[in-house]
Structure formats: structure tokens, C-alpha cells
């Protein structure tokens, strides 16, 4: 029997008993002891960077929702508290490495550079995707939970065939981790030492239903022991240690050891969409002790006391952050244009005849409609 | 990793091969010709899958190429979409029917929708290969008609094969397609035998095929109820019935060409299908026939059809399944103006 069995030994594969932490709320340093693996400060440049990704983040975010409340936007996930986990996991990566998202991660995708209007084109309505994903290297951003995760394993494993250097990193909520396609996804690609990063956000609701509600874990991510897959827990408030860990996971799928688990403990402060009403499952006090471990707060309390931030730099970023806000204002103020025949563009690469069939007809409509127009104005 | 052996040649010119062994040498054809075709799925490799479709693709490729997955639906299909982002062109084997339906979710909402949902930046040129339909005494969830759920999925395009020819050829076209195509393989058939010709294609997919003519009464069928319907004409015909009959070979895309211009020519139609009848492909079929050839119609389009009822346990499928008797039945009911005094009976049909 010992032949089916692998290698690994459990403790290899644990998660540090407490999550990895490498500043404390006030920012301040925090001496790393007991965790599993040694986890390194990020140097200064990406501390910088990843400072000014937050902060054009969470204007990107504050932007999104006012939108929806303009009517420009039909509905909008905020990632409002999350900016460690979304903006510090895409810092670490390279473009060449494939990102999966669901519809919760707009800030990451804007981290990732990609045009912020093309973002929100899923969540304007206009279209399922706004941007290129085999150009961006970003799969669409997904909504039935769990899905994009063996999209993810099955990229991942192509990636290795292919020779590339390269991981896909799958994006995941605590909720979703209960959906069989988050287990089909770890244990595909442990089996096949694809080099996936699932990436936890538990912000400890999905919608209105709390984590208790939701796993008897002692972790999330625990649940990745049981495939074989090695993981860690992470202060999901905390960027420094969010790009700690994620290099970690970096360099194990790298170095071809395979998959890699990351639970994120960070927290959801604005509602689940402006759509829902969070105070009905949830207190106020709640949220505001949440408010006092915000990851941007807390860095920008690190890198001024290190000397690597001061008011001039700070205040440069901050209007970059209004310059890119009023930019996506301006442009999402007019209605986008969508061309009704596209509905028939790409059903197929080869159309059917049902199709044409099907196209011709609304092609009829709007002719007729629009001589009937005409004849009015005559 | 096995070593790759050389592919074992094609096989040039007609040769006889049951329908298993044709899409056997249509995935081993398909593999030569280009190195990104993977065929993976659930005892594919080692054991060449539970009807020996992929028998020796491992042993001949490399596990590289044809392998075993975990037992895991949804991960096949979901891994098979990430592969094509990374430009394979995944074929993949679901065991049978029923046991497909763990991938319904990413079938109907990524498989299907992916090209759309990407504005047409993505497609995924993959084939899954369902094992479906009965007749063959399979314990429960194995005898499962399925298309319709696939075929009512804007996205994907569902093809059943009826003769080892179209087998081979409609499989080199599914995975030369970039549409995701569903192959459904009637189980029924993987036995049966015929000239296959690997030389060059038939007609293109998408075009159905007249089994036989006749100028009467238009029999509809696909897949597994093909050699059935083909069956029933015959036996129609020593009751004086010229039955014409047509195979879709695909459900999506349809050809309503063929089907509406015989349809037209005889004025009388009979659609059999091993599935259930209620909201399914016949009765998509007969409305079809309805709205588009009314006035040459001489009496209703007619299903006969699998019964409303969960698939049967193996002693009851005959009762179930649809038979030359109940198609029979069906063209009397089409009400011949000049009903000859024939000689069949109740008793003739059993
Ligand atoms: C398969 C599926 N079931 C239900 C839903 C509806 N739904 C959308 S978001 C959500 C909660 C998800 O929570 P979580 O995974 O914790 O992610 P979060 O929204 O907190 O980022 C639910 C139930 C869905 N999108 N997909």
C-alpha cells in the first residue's frame, strides 16, 4: 500500500497556527516566531508600490459604488477593506502568470492593469467581459462560485506542459469554498502538480450567512491538507505579510512542488453589493473594529516611519487617485452603445443555421422599425 | 511517463471497424495529426476506457497525451477549459450518460457560454464524449438520453453518429471544430460494424443524411434509433408504405433543409426518439416541421418516443424503448387517404 501514498508529510503541508502577520494594525513590525515557513519583509520599492495599487484601488472602489447609486452601474461587489488580498496578490505576480476572478475582484483586475471601463463592462451590463482575457491573461470574471477554480487548475497544468514559468492564480471567497468545484479544482491540481495558487478572501460573510454557518474547519486553509496541497494562513489586512506569503506560494509552484493554498482572513466592509442590506445580519460595532485594521492605514503608518513615504509622495498619489476616479466618472456618464445584432456574434465560432435563422429575424424587426421611424419624421 | 511508441498507422482506405474502434482510430488520427489534442477522463488510459474507445492511446502516445483523471466530473470538464486557454484541444470522456450531469454546471454555463461571455476572444475547441441511450441492459443511470438538456444549451453543438463511417469522420470534425461539441456515442451501436473509410470525409456535419428514400411517410431519427427506424421501413414497406428515412446525425446544427424538403415531398412525418417525448428534441422537431410545412402536411407530425418515466430497470427497457411496433402504429394513425386492405393485424406486430 505504501506505493499509493506520497512523499509529503503532514506537517509540511500545515498552515502556520496563527496567520503569518508582518505588521500589526498600528503598523509596527511585528518579530515573526512559530510560523511554518520564514517569511521575509518585501522590499521597499514593492512596499511602495503596493502602497499606491491600494490607494488607487479603494478610489477605484469608492468610484464603483457611487456609480451604481448614479444608475451607471447596474450593480457593484465592493472590495472595500480587501485591498491587501486583491491589490497585494497581483503586485506579486508577473503579467505572463494567468489571474481567475470572480465578479468580487474589480480592484484586482484594475491592479492588473486593465482599463478600469473594460473592468466594470460585467457589471454595467453592457457586456459579460469588457477586455481581451487570453491578452490579459485573465479569465472572465466568473459568478457561479467555484467554477474559475478548475478553469484555473486545468491553465495551470497547460502552463506546465507548455514550458512556461508561469501559475494561474484562482481567486475564492469563504463561502464558495463549500462548492464541490473548490475541492474537484485543489485535488486536479495536486494530482497533476499544476502550479495554481487558490487565493482565500474569507471575509467571513457570504451574502448574509457567516463563516460558522458555512464550515466546522478549524481553517480554511486546512481544507487543502486533505489533497495534499500545502497552505497558509494569512492577516488578509496586512499587504506586507499577504506578499510575504504569496511569494512563498510563488516559489513552491515555481519550483514545480505544485499547488499552493492561501486563506486570507480579511473582512467585507461594505455590504455584499449595494444591492444588500448588511445591517441585517450584522453590527455596526462589528464593522467598525474591522475599519481599525485597514490595510492602507497601516502600511502608510510602516512606510512613514521607515522614512519611505512622506506628505509630498502621499499627496501625488492621492491625486492620482482623484485623476483616475474623475476619468472613469467621465467616462461612465454616457450610455455605452451595445449593437443589438451582437447578441448573434458569438453564440458560435461557426454559426448554426438556427442562428442565421434567428439573426435574420431580429434584423427584419429593426428594419421595420426603423422605416416605421422614418415615416413619422416624414 | 511510458515511452511513445509510434503511433500505430492509419488505416488507409475502407476497412471494416465497429463503431468503437472507429472513433478509437478517429481519436488515434486526430493525435498524429496535431500534438495538441489530449484525450483524458476516468479509466481512459491504463484500461482504455470501460467500452476500450481509448484502448491503447496510452500504451501508443504516452500518458502525456490519453490519461486518467480523478473521479471527478465537473474537474474534467472545468480542467479541459483551462487547458484550452493554454491552446489544447481537450477530449474528454464522461463514462456515462448520467454521470455527466456533475458537469452540468460548467457544461452549460462555461462550455457553452465562454465563447459569448469572452465576446468571441475565446473559444474552446474541445469535444466531450457522452456514452448514452440504452438497449443495452445497464443498471440504473446508465442508459440515459441526455441531448435534449445539451441541445436546449445555446453554445454547444451535440452530435450523435449512427454508422462507424460517421463516427469516424464526425469525431475528426468535432475536434477540428473550435465549438465545444457534445459527441454523443449510442451505446447500443459501439458493436456494430461497418465499412469505414478514413480517407475522405462524408458530408460535412450539419447535414443530415436520407438512410433511405421513399415518398410517403418521412421517418426522423438519430443516433441509437436509426438501425430502429431503418427497421421499421422495412417492415412498413411489406405493408405497403414507401417510408423514407432520415438521420440528423446532429441536433445542433440542425438540418432543417433536408429534414423540410422531404417532409414537403411525402406530407407525413413520424419522429422517433429513444428519450422521453415531453419537451424534448422530437417534439422540437415536430413543431419545426409544423410552423414551416403546414400546408404540405396531410396529418399532425407524430413522436414515438422513449416513455415519461425514469429510465426502466433492465427487464422493463424493451416496454420502454421504443419499437418497430409503436412506429408502425404511428404511420397508421397518419391516416393514408387510400388505407390499402392490408394484411397486418394486432397479431402480426406482437
Ligand atoms: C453556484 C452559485 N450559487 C449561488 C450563487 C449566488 N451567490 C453569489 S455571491 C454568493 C456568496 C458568495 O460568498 P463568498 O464565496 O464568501 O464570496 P464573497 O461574495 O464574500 O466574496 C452567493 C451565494 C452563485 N453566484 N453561484
Redesign the interface.
Known amino acids: 500500500m505504501r506505493d499509493t501514498l506520497h512523499e509529503t508529510s503532514v506537517e509540511a503541508l500545515l498552515p502556520s497556527p496563527r496567520p503569518v502577520q508582518l505588521l500589526d494594525p498600528t503598523g509596527a513590525p511585528v518579530e515573526q516566531s512559530g510560523t511554518r515557513r520564514p517569511y521575509a519583509m518585501p522590499s521597499a520599492d514593492r512596499l511602495q508600490d503596493v502602497w499606491r495599487h491600494m490607494v488607487l484601488g479603494r478610489r477605484f472602489d469608492l468610484q464603483a459604488t457611487a456609480l451604481t447609486k448614479q444608475g451607471r452601474l447596474a450593480v457593484y461587489p465592493s472590495s472595500r477593506g480587501q485591498e491587501a488580498c486583491q491589490v497585494g496578490a497581483i503586485r506579486s505576480l508577473t503579467a505572463r502568470d494567468?489571474v481567475f476572478p470572480t465578479y468580487r475582484e474589480s480592484m484586482a483586475l484594475v491592479t492588473r492593469g486593465i482599463d478600469p471601463a473594460e473592468v466594470l463592462a460585467l457589471l454595467r451590463g453592457s457586456?459579460?467581459?469588457g477586455y481581451?482575457?487570453?491578452?490579459q491573461r485573465t479569465?472572465?470574471q466568473c459568478t457561479?462560485l467555484a467554477?474559475q477554480?478548475?478553469?484555473?487548475?486545468?491553465?495551470?497544468?497547460?502552463?506546465k506542459?507548455?514550458g512556461?514559468d508561469c501559475v494561474?492564480l484562482g481567486f475564492i471567497g469563504d463561502g464558495a469554498t463549500s462548492e464541490?468545484?473548490f475541492h474537484?479544482?485543489l485535488?486536479?491540481a495536486a494530482?497533476f502538480d499544476a502550479p495554481a495558487i487558490f487565493f482565500v478572501q474569507n471575509n467571513k460573510y457570504a451574502i448574509s450567512v457567516p463563516l460558522s454557518k458555512q464550515t466546522k474547519a478549524p481553517s480554511l486553509a486546512y481544507k487543502a491538507i486533505g489533497y495534499g496541497v500545502a497552505c497558509e494562513q494569512v492577516d488578509g489586512n496586512d499587504p506586507a505579510a499577504v506578499m510575504a506569503v504569496m511569494d512563498a506560494a510563488l516559489d513552491h509552484c515555481r519550483s514545480g512542488r505544485g499547488p499552493f493554498l492561501i486563506e486570507a482572513h480579511t473582512y467585507r466592509l461594505d455590504a455584499h453589493t449595494n444591492a444588500d442590506d448588511a445591517s441585517r445580519y450584522r453590527s455596526g460595532d462589528e464593522v467598525t473594529a474591522w475599519l481599525e485594521r485597514d490595510p492602507i492605514a497601516r502600511l502608510e503608518a510602516y512606510l512613514r516611519a521607515s522614512g519611505l513615504l512622506n506628505d509630498d509622495q502621499a499627496n501625488a498619489v492621492r491625486q492620482e487617485a482623484e485623476a483616475l476616479a474623475t476619468d472613469l466618472r467621465d467616462r461612465m456618464n454616457t450610455d455605452p452603445e451595445v449593437d443589438p445584432m451582437s447578441l448573434f456574434?458569438?453564440?458560435?465560432?461557426?454559426p448554426?443555421?438556427?442562428?442565421a435563422e434567428a439573426r435574420a429575424m431580429v434584423e427584419a424587426e429593426m428594419h421595420a422599425e426603423m422605416q416605421a421611424a422614418e415615416e413619422v419624421t416624414r | 511517463m511510458t515511452t511513445i511508441d509510434a503511433p500505430a498507422p492509419a488505416v488507409a482506405g475502407p476497412t471494416t471497424l465497429t463503431f468503437a474502434k472507429a472513433i478509437n482510430q478517429a481519436l488515434r488520427d486526430a493525435m498524429t495529426a496535431d500534438d495538441d489534442v489530449l484525450v483524458f477522463g476516468e479509466d481512459v488510459g491504463t484500461l482504455g476506457g470501460v467500452f476500450r474507445v481509448t484502448d491503447g492511446l496510452t500504451r501508443d502516445f504516452g500518458e502525456?497525451r490519453c490519461f486518467d483523471?480523478?473521479l471527478?466530473e465537473?474537474?474534467i470538464?472545468?480542467?479541459?477549459?483551462?487547458?484550452?486557454?493554454?491552446?489544447?484541444r481537450p477530449v474528454v470522456e464522461m463514462q456515462f450518460d448520467a454521470f455527466a450531469y456533475?458537469a452540468f454546471?460548467?457544461i452549460a454555463?462555461?462550455v457553452a457560454?465562454?465563447?459569448?461571455?469572452?465576446?468571441?476572444?475565446?473559444?474552446l475547441p474541445m469535444v466531450i464524449r457522452v456514452p448514452y441511450a440504452g438497449g443495452i441492459g445497464g443498471v440504473e443511470h446508465h442508459c440515459d438520453s441526455s441531448e435534449g438538456y445539451y441541445a436546449h444549451t445555446?453554445?454547444l453543438?451535440v452530435y450523435t453518429p449512427a454508422t462507424p463511417q460517421d463516427a469516424y469522420w464526425m469525431l475528426r470534425e468535432a475536434i477540428a471544430?473550435?465549438?465545444p461539441v457534445i459527441f454523443m456515442e449510442p451505446k447500443a451501436l459501439y458493436w456494430s460494424k461497418a465499412e469505414v473509410d478514413t480517407s475522405s470525409p462524408v458530408e460535412p456535419v450539419?447535414r443530415a443524411a436520407v438512410r433511405r428514400p421513399g415518398k410517403e411517410v418521412t421517418l426522423i431519427s438519430y443516433g441509437p434509433s436509426v438501425p430502429l427506424a431503418l427497421k421499421a421501413a422495412d417492415a412498413a414497406e411489406q405493408e405497403g408504405w414507401d417510408v423514407e428515412v432520415i438521420d440528423l446525425r446532429s441536433i445542433?446544427?440542425?438540418?432543417?433543409?433536408t429534414v423540410l424538403a422531404s417532409v414537403r415531398r411525402t406530407g407525413r412525418c413520424v419522429v422517433v426518439s429513444e428519450a422521453q417525448g415531453f419537451a424534448g428534441v422530437a417534439g422540437e422537431l415536430a413543431s419545426r416541421i409544423s410552423e414551416r410545412c403546414f400546408h404540405s402536411l396531410e396529418a399532425p407530425v407524430l413522436r414515438v418516443s422513449g416513455l415519461p418515466t425514469p429510465y426502466p430497470a433492465p427487464m422493463l427497457e424493451h416496454t420502454y424503448l421504443p419499437g418497430v411496433d409503436r412506429i408502425l402504429d404511428a404511420i397508421d394513425r397518419l391516416q393514408f387517404d387510400d388505407q390499402p386492405d392490408t394484411t397486418f393485424s394486432e397479431g402480426a406486430r406482437g
Not at chain 1, 352 to 355: A, I, L
Not at chain 2, 80 to 85: E, M
Not at chain 2, 113 to 123: A, D, I, S, W
Request: contains cysteine.
Open positions: 494567468w457586456a459579460h467581459c481581451d482575457p487570453l491578452a479569465a472572465a457561479p467554477t477554480l478548475v478553469h484555473a487548475a486545468g491553465t495551470a497544468y497547460g502552463l506542459r507548455r512556461e494561474a464541490g468545484d474537484e479544482a485535488n486536479f494530482v456574434d458569438n453564440v458560435f465560432a461557426s448554426t443555421p438556427q442562428v | 502525456d483523471t480523478p471527478a465537473s474537474g470538464v472545468g480542467f479541459a477549459i483551462g487547458l484550452c486557454y493554454t491552446g489544447f456533475p454546471e460548467q454555463s462555461h457560454k465562454m465563447h459569448n461571455r469572452t465576446g468571441g476572444k475565446v473559444t445555446p453554445g453543438k471544430d473550435p465549438d450539419g445542433v446544427p440542425l438540418d432543417d433543409e
